[in-house]
């Protein structure tokens, strides 16, 4: 599986922006889907998920209310929107896909690059 992620870029904070992933394949509706971002000196961390069957789970306190996963099975994609973006979001973000439930993550998108401005 190939993940392409995409929609990154430079948004003043309090802007919005919206992140893609779309994944290679005919699986794409059996996988849980990840968002994952890593600041500078920081480590990889997971934002949000969502099943298979669309259950939602956040993971960071600081994005419940300002950001959202959803996913179009019929594009094979999964998007993470971000509202009302804050400096400390800059990241470089990435997607990710799982085949079992509550493992790790198998497969990995190259990141796209998040820089909020103040």
């Known amino acids: 599986v190939q993940l392409q992620a995409s929609g990154g870029g430079l948004v003043q904070a309090g802007g919005s922006l919206r992140l893609s992933c779309t994944a290679s394949g005919s699986l794409f509706s059996t996988y849980d889907m990840g968002w994952f971002r890593q600041a500078p000196g920081k480590e990889r961390e997971i934002v949000l998920s969502?099943?298979?069957?669309?259950?939602?789970?956040y993971y960071v306190d600081s994005v419940k209310g300002r950001f959202t996963i959803a996913r179009d099975n019929s594009k094979n994609t999964v998007y993470l929107q971000m509202n009302r973006v804050k400096p400390e979001d800059t990241a470089v973000y990435y997607c990710?896909?799982?085949?079992?439930?509550?493992?790790?993550?198998?497969?990995w998108g190259r990141g796209t690059q998040v820089t909020v401005s103040s």
């Open positions: 969502i099943s298979r069957t669309e259950g939602i789970f």
């Open positions: 990710a896909a799982r085949r079992t439930y509550n493992a790790g993550f198998d497969y």
